[in-house]
């Protein structure tokens, strides 16, 4: 099979598999807010408690948040997704709304966020075209009690089981 159509095939593939949306944030050394949206978020480890992102390696955020020590993941609330499309865009200024601010250790962060991870940089391990940011989790906060926003089939949802009257596992 071509290179083309094969990777064609697994990003295909990839927009089926639903993820989690996060806006991953920081500071660099100098005051600048750093910030990038990303669905490739997962738990690592429970005990170090090690979360796992994903980001391009040619993302503009990327130099910033490889030499970051401490970093923040906001997962965003089912009715965020403007959030979740301006920190994916490039050449905008994506603190300029002022959703984000500083919250937990200084850090921009989301109020209205589902969950808020407060993280230092335990390692950036390279993973092809990406670098998986693990972070150590120092603090979480879980200010609102509402549906995470979800990415499947290049679109964002509300996830499975949110509608009223249904059931929700505990």
Request: proline content about 6%.
């Amino acid at each position: 099979m071509p290179a083309d159509t094969q990777e064609l095939d697994f990003t295909r593939a990839m927009a089926r598999v639903p993820g989690p949306v996060v806006v991953t944030t920081t500071v660099d050394e100098t005051g600048r807010r750093w910030g990038f949206t990303a669905s490739s978020f997962v738990s690592l480890s429970l005990i170090p408690p090690l979360v796992t992102v994903s980001l391009d390696k040619n993302a503009s955020t990327h130099a910033a948040f490889a030499i970051a020590d401490h970093f923040m993941v906001n997962v965003l609330a089912h009715d965020q997704s403007d959030i979740a499309r301006r920190f994916a865009r490039s050449g905008v200024d994506r603190f300029a709304s002022g959703d984000a601010v500083p919250l937990e250790r200084g850090l921009p962060g989301i109020p209205g966020a589902v969950v808020r991870l407060v993280c230092r940089m335990h390692d950036v391990v390279d993973g092809g075209d990406h670098s998986m940011l693990i972070g150590r989790v120092l603090d979480c906060v879980t200010p609102v009690d509402r549906e995470a926003l979800v990415y499947v089939d290049r679109g964002f949802v509300r996830p499975a089981g949110s509608a009223p009257g249904v059931a929700r596992a505990h």
